[in-house]
């Protein structure tokens, strides 16, 4: 057990919709980041927040958006979905705000159909 | 061409054989990372590495720092090492992840 929690596990929605992917960090860390896994790229860095803050930015898209809380668990937003949004996504955190040290979170499974 | 690259994408071996997963990357990097995820998804970190040589069990990873390679070894590998493996590296001037695209190993009794 990574400490990490994501929330859902699975997610199955439709094509335009929007979803919460949810994380709470391991206690004591204080950055989150953000990946998507999708069969044809592998695993892409999106997102990191530092202690509620914007730390770095990867591939993310304009239709996503996540936010980190005062109490460190972190939200990404996925709005006017597309197929090719189908993806695991992970959530793991870190004390500081390099990722020395991974700690991953299950995954949520999301289904765009 | 990727930053970080993997070999072999796919391996099947026997019970009991020796395996060898290799990453090469190209980037400037603080540490390295070797990381399993199994069927079900979830991803556990094997090791971090930024010099020399780790050994955990029955895994060792190595690095050479001068010609940006590193090796995974599994000794005498068993069926419940059937998993993904993926090689992660921070990058030196971003502090980002960049994983490879990862090797698919089976292990068969």
């Known amino acids: 057990d990574s400490g990490v929690t994501q929330t859902p596990k699975h997610l199955i929605t439709a094509t335009g919709q929007r979803v919460t992917l949810r994380c709470s ?38 239709r996503f958006s996540a936010q980190q809380f005062p109490d460190l668990h972190s939200e990404l937003n996925l709005s006017s979905l597309e197929l090719g949004d189908s993806a695991l996504y992970f959530c793991a955190s870190s004390f500081g705000t390099v990722q020395n040290t991974i700690y991953f979170g299950e995954g949520s499974w999301l289904t765009v159909v | 061409k990727n930053e970080v690259e993997q070999s072999p994408q796919n391996l099947t071996a026997q019970e009991g054989e020796f395996i060898t997963i290799n990453c090469s990357y190209s980037v400037g990097i603080s540490a390295l990372h070797w990381l399993q995820q199994h069927p079900g998804g979830g991803i556990v970190s094997l090791f971090m590495l930024s010099s020399g040589k780790k050994k955990h069990g029955r895994l060792i990873a190595t690095i050479n720092i001068q010609e940006k390679h590193s090796s995974l070894h599994i000794t005498a590998s068993h069926p419940r090492d059937s998993a993904v493996y993926i090689c992660a590296v921070l990058s030196y001037n971003t502090d980002k992840l960049i994983f490879g695209t990862g090797t698919r190993l089976q292990v068969f009794p």
């Open chain 1, 25 to 62: 960090p391991r206690s004591g860390d204080l950055s989150v980041y953000w990946y998507q896994q999708s069969l044809d790229q592998g695993l892409q860095f999106l997102i990191q927040y530092y202690n509620g803050e914007e730390r770095a930015k990867g591939n993310i898209l304009e």
